[in-house]
């Protein structure tokens, strides 16, 4: 049985004649911590910003929960984009808004849940990320990785059946990162998320990650455990299992 | 999946799953029913929950007047109850209100700081552009003649086809007034007297602070946002000197050029109607027209054109270095900019023919 939430195969991108994907296959697995690796521009965030409908790949095929997605129109596919959360490099908070009301978003546009019960949720869904004395403050008001902070409570405010985050620990103290990737994991176990996350610290990704895809180049250079990622001949994946960080 | 409310024994059982999909029709059956008093919530049967369905089961709990206890909670939801339960999340508290008249002396203070910001950076940029004419040191190579063509050269079209248009509605407008009583000569008067006194300089400078102050502003603000500025700062460069000087200069020297090519062009857009609908002559028209026009004139609408020109650029870098926040900041200081650029501008012209007219 596939166990699959996301199937990717034969996915090719291309920035004018540059290409940033080639022909890449990958799968993320159901309820599991996927961790996309890869030096810088080898096209990680360009693969999970195609499997939104981002970026418009130029062939290949691309399958959620079952369903071809590639070939949908951004209004077919929005009730796909009400099961994801997405987590930006530089958390993509709007700046007009409070905090609150940046998490509320989600809530307010897709749920007909009542004001108590939301307000509820958005006290949750900050402390959970230890934000909930910046509940009133407004995203110019935030450090970096508070910012980053509360833009997962925001991807989160639903909890969507799959959560993907860019970079989510760049930018954080050591402990905060920790309670991060903890919180992730939480979210993995207690709300049975699928979890993809790209990500270059090497103490997280030994703390969270199930699965790993190793990108090189626009390549899927590797695809499974972590502990066979580090018994594979891969000298690209070797390297960066010795070196640390790219 | 369904809820059982039993009043007697003040309980309140679920069953299934409560999530975002039914946690509404949960909470209005709950006020529908006007419980008020629960003691137990059981959750024996309930197979799914979410960060909703655990934001209802506090909401129960925290309306409840008596102490309420959940039971039968299966693991897997204990723990999410855990995770996700805002019972000991503190409340913020509320933001403070402002109240009117703390509100006005707020409004007054901050006034009073930007105008004291705006007499510094006003006077610190004449300063520096006063003596960055005999030393460049601090300023960007052609940075002087790279921003005259983007304030001034590339102004020149727009400005052109809007004074032709204007002198031609001018014209033509008192045309059909004049010719009643014979005065066709006149409108030579009415295009040179309007245009090089009025019309010309405040035209060009409506334009340049749409166009090029919005610009100036917005150019600040995101380089201020983007920490170019304290880039600039910590490589002990003035940015003052190195961004807004060379703004300064360039439109000092476009802006009178600017008001020069408006007020010819409108008047050529006169001419064309004095010559196709009052049957004048060219010659005649600019006989009239330079008869018309004195010296005075001149420095009157030229002289406005410095004080437009340095009213644009220095609410701009003004506005430009005042952002707060991302891109949202730079839109509102943009705007602000604007509309106080052109406020600004009618009211030079206000105090200019006062001024004269004395």
């Known amino acids: ?246 | 999946m369904s809820i059982n409310i039993n009043m007697k024994d003040k309980t309140i059982s679920f069953k299934g799953s409560l999530t975002f999909e039914n946690v509404n029709t949960y909470y209005e059956k709950l006020n529908k029913s006007k419980i008020k008093d629960i003691n137990i919530i059981d959750l024996q049967n309930l197979e799914l929950i979410d960060s909703s369905g655990i934001a209802l089961i506090d909401n129960i709990i925290h309306n409840s007047v008596s102490n309420t206890t959940l039971n039968n909670v299966p693991k897997q939801i204990q723990d999410a109850i855990h995770t996700f339960s805002s019972k000991n999340i503190s409340l913020s508290p509320p933001v403070p209100k402002t109240r009117p008249l703390e509100k006005a002396g707020e409004l007054v203070y901050n006034a009073m700081l930007d105008l004291k910001s705006f007499v510094f950076l006003t006077s610190e940029i004449v300063i520096l552009s006063i003596t960055g004419i005999f030393n460049r040191k601090g300023q960007r190579k052609g940075s002087i003649l790279q921003q005259c063509l983007l304030l001034g050269v590339d102004s020149v079209g727009i400005i052109s086809l809007l004074s032709f248009i204007l002198g031609f509605i001018l014209a033509l407008q008192s045309a059909a007034q004049l010719r009643q009583f014979g005065a066709n000569i006149f409108v030579a008067d009415l295009l040179a007297i309007s245009m090089v006194r009025e019309m010309g300089p405040m035209m060009t400078a409506i334009i340049v602070a749409g166009r090029s102050g919005s610009s100036i502003a917005s150019e600040i603000a995101t380089m201020k946002v983007t920490e170019e500025i304290d880039a600039l700062k910590t490589m002990a460069i003035n940015p003052v000197q190195y961004i807004m000087v060379p703004k300064f200069i360039a439109i000092t020297v476009c802006m009178p050029l600017l008001v020069t090519i408006s007020v010819s062009v409108g008047i050529i857009g006169g001419l064309t109607i004095a010559v196709t609908y009052l049957d004048l002559s060219v010659a005649s028209f600019f006989h009239q027209l330079f008869s018309t026009l004195t010296i005075k004139d001149e420095i009157i609408g030229l002289s406005k054109s410095f004080f437009f020109a340095w009213n644009i650029v220095l609410v701009a870098c003004f506005y430009g270095l005042k952002v707060e926040g991302g891109a949202e900041g730079v839109g509102i200081v943009t705007t602000k900019s604007v509309v106080a650029a052109i406020f600004g501008v009618i009211i030079f012209d206000a105090i200019f023919s006062l001024f004269y007219m004395i």
């Open chain 1, 1 to 246: 049985m596939n166990n699959s939430v996301i199937d990717i195969k034969n996915l090719k991108v291309q920035y004018g004649d540059n290409t940033v994907l080639h022909n890449v296959s990958a799968s993320i697995p159901k309820n599991k911590i996927t961790v996309i690796l890869g030096g810088s521009g080898c096209g990680k965030t360009t693969l999970i910003k195609s499997v939104l409908k981002l970026h418009h790949p130029t062939s290949g095929s691309i399958n959620i929960f079952g369903n071809e997605t590639i070939n949908l129109s951004d209004e077919d596919f929005v009730p796909y984009l009400k099961e994801v959360g997405m987590l930006f490099q530089n958390g993509a908070l709007l700046n007009s808004i409070s905090v609150a009301d940046n998490v509320a978003i989600p809530l307010e546009q897709h749920t007909n849940l009542p004001k108590p019960i939301i307000d509820r949720i958005i006290r949750v869904k900050l402390e959970l990320v230890n934000l909930s004395h910046a509940i009133h403050l407004f995203p110019s008001e935030l450090s970096g990785g508070m910012k980053k902070r509360a833009a997962l409570s925001r991807a989160i405010a639903l909890d969507p059946k799959i959560l993907f985050c860019d970079e989510p620990s760049a930018g954080l103290d050591p402990i905060t990162s920790e309670n991060l990737d903890n919180l992730i994991i939480k979210l993995k176990n207690q709300l049975n998320m699928t979890i993809v996350i790209v990500t270059h610290e090497l103490a997280s990704i030994h703390r969270i990650a199930d699965e790993i895809i190793f990108l090189d180049k626009g390549y899927v250079l590797y695809q499974g455990t972590l502990n066979d990622a580090k018994k594979a001949r891969i000298p690209e994946l070797n390297r960066f299992f010795s070196v640390g960080t790219y």
